[in-house]
């Protein structure tokens, strides 16, 4: 239905229509954008790793998971006791 319904675009489509609302950003920088977001806000690894196309979370943790500092130091708090 999704096929039926949305205009499937070209990625290089994609891209020129990104950069035209976002200057200074790729596309790629929002995927990482989305991964971080999407963890700092407790959907769990798999979850994002399958929203990505990954196969293994090892590549959205690796790759496309930035965690500010501050959300780092908040996770710390966790184990304090």
């Known amino acids: ?3 039926k ?3 499937l675009k070209q990625t290089t489509e994609l891209t020129k229509i990104f950069a035209k ?3 200074g ?3 790629y920088d929002l995927r990482h954008t989305f991964a971080t977001r999407c963890q700092t806000c407790g959907v769990p690894q ?3 790793a399958r929203w990505l196309g990954h ?3 090892k590549i959205t943790d690796n790759t496309y998971t930035h965690f500010p500092t501050e959300f780092m130091l908040k996770m710390a708090k966790k184990v304090e006791y």
């Open 46 to 48: 798999h979850v994002v």
């Open 55 to 57: 196969k293994s979370d």
């Open 25 to 27: 950003y790729r596309m």
């Open 21 to 23: 609302f976002v200057s």
């Open 5 to 7: 319904d949305l205009p």
């Open 1 to 3: 239905r999704i096929k």
